[in-house]
Nanobody
Framework: QVQLVESGGGLVQAGGSLRLSCAAS????????MGWYRQAPEKQRELVAV???????NYADSVKGRFTISRDNAKNTVYLQMNSLKLEDTAVYYC????????????????WGQGTQVTVSS
């Protein structure tokens, strides 16, 4: 059974940094894209950053130049380095993976982590 386990959230002052990690495990055949989304209170979930298995990246305009997504394919892990954090970055951050499992390697599916809270204070 596929699991995405996130870590690294917490409370940080504005201007500070945090690094999120997300490790995928459980019968994985291949991971295509991995990404981070976030959801602030009373707002819709939005894409923060995504990275393909080839290393191509895409970022939300609001985080460009401040956040960096990376991945370690050998560890099935994706990271999000967040610098120059702003109050508006406060949200629950969710890891996402588009992957295939060994039992059905021809069917890509979306999987989500449980979410990790990031709170930026003034």
């Amino acid at each position: 059974q596929v699991q995405l386990v996130e870590s690294g959230g917490g409370l940080v002052q504005a201007g500070g940094s945090l690094r999120l990690s997300c490790a995928a495990s459980g019968g994985i055949f291949r991971i295509n894209a991995m990404g981070w989304y976030r959801q602030a209170p009373e707002k819709q979930r939005e894409l923060v950053a995504v990275i393909t298995n080839g290393g191509s990246t895409n970022y939300a305009d609001s985080v460009k130049g401040r956040f960096t997504i990376s991945r370690d394919n050998a560890k099935n892990t994706v990271y999000l380095q967040m610098n120059s954090l702003k109050l508006e970055d406060t949200a629950v951050y969710y890891c996402n993976a588009d992957l295939m499992v060994r039992s059905t390697p021809w069917i890509p599916r979306d999987y989500w982590g449980q979410g990790t809270q990031v709170t930026v204070s003034s």
